[in-house]
């Protein structure tokens, strides 16, 4: 398993280790023995440095955090291998930071990480103009299907993205744009944009100025699969 978080765990000025989470029960096992814990009794911990993939995790867990929660939530995300899984994770711990809820109780991570169904990526869309271009590439945006290539070129992406993430409550990643499914089901089979619903809300919007096209397609809708 990929190692999550490396902590530093005491007990006292004396007693103290380092340690790879997620960690065997025997290692959990042998580190309290070294710490000299009685039973039931937690060690003082910091989390020294967290994988990168999950490095926002730093500011979303208690400074003293549960050892053994801790070794529970590492366990689950070093399961991750698929960008769907690792974007659909942050999306919702990035729905959470939105609300300022710092810290982030670890049990309530552990569910993030158990309830990810329904959760839709749209790869590579890191702005709300890339949202918005992918949007009109892929068909979500009705009115716009069917438009000339000369006016799509007018038509202001970054504003369809703002108004789409802002209507879907939608977040972007490190991997993309996540929004959450109602009912799971595939959005670009159904003709649905990120956020299920199947109708445009208002009108494409055109830019005021015909400046130069930005370019680039974004990558594929992913929808978490577990």
């Given at each position: 398993m990929a190692d999550i978080f490396h902590i530093y765990a005491s007990q006292g000025r004396n007693n103290y280790a380092e340690l790879d989470l997620p960690a065997s029960d025997y290692e959990m096992l042998d580190l309290m023995e070294r710490l000299r814990l009685e039973p039931g009794q937690l060690p003082y911990v910091e989390v020294l440095k967290v994988r990168e993939q999950y490095d926002y995790l730093e500011k979303c867990i208690h400074e003293l955090p549960d050892i053994y929660q801790l070794n529970a939530l590492a366990k689950k995300l070093?399961?991750?291998?698929?960008?769907?899984?690792?974007?659909?994770?942050?999306?919702?711990v990035g729905k959470e930071i939105q609300k300022n809820s710092f810290p982030i109780p670890l049990p309530r991570l552990i569910d993030f990480a158990y309830s990810m169904e329904g959760c839709v990526l749209a790869d590579g869309a890191m702005t709300d103009f890339q949202l918005g271009k992918f949007?009109?590439?892929?068909?979500?945006?009705?009115?716009?299907?069917?438009?000339?290539?000369?006016?799509?070129?007018?038509?202001?992406?970054?504003?369809?993205?703002?108004?789409?993430?802002?209507?879907?409550?939608?977040?972007?990643?490190?991997?993309?744009?996540?929004?959450?499914?109602?009912?799971?089901?595939?959005?670009?089979?159904?003709r649905?944009?990120?956020?299920?619903?199947?109708?445009?809300?208002?009108?494409?919007?055109?830019?005021?100025e015909e400046g130069h096209h930005h370019g680039g397609g974004t990558g594929g809708l992913r929808q978490q699969d577990l």
């Open positions: 070093s399961e991750f291998t698929s960008t769907q899984d690792m974007a659909a994770f942050e999306g919702m949007l009109v590439d892929n068909d979500f945006i009705e009115e716009a299907n069917g438009l000339p290539e000369s006016m799509v070129a007018l038509l202001d992406f970054a504003k369809i993205g703002r108004e789409h993430r802002e209507a879907e409550g939608g977040v972007f990643t490190g991997f993309g744009y996540v929004v959450h499914v109602k009912g799971g089901h595939d959005a670009k089979n159904n649905q944009r990120p956020g299920g619903r199947r109708e445009a809300a208002g009108h494409p919007v055109l830019r005021r």
